[in-house]
């Protein structure tokens, strides 16, 4: 069934954006973890 869904979106031509959604939604995420570990290490220093 999950083949045929993406046989179909393929076929449709919209298996792409979703690639590029899910690519730019990954990216995203790595800013944030990036930005949240800068801002602990911020503090970290700020302590020390």
């Known amino acids: ?3 045929e869904i ?3 979106l393929a076929n ?3 298996l792409i954006d979703l690639y590029d ?3 730019q939604r ?3 995420q790595q ?3 990036k930005q949240k570990k800068d ?3 911020a503090k970290t220093e700020k302590v020390n």
Do not use: E, F, P, S
Request: hydrophobic content about 40%.
């Open 1 to 3: 069934m999950i083949i």
């Open 6 to 8: 993406l046989k179909q």
């Open 12 to 14: 449709d031509g919209r």
């Open 21 to 23: 959604k899910a690519k």
């Open 26 to 28: 990954a990216l995203q």
């Open 31 to 33: 800013q944030q973890q």
């Open 39 to 41: 801002k602990l290490n």
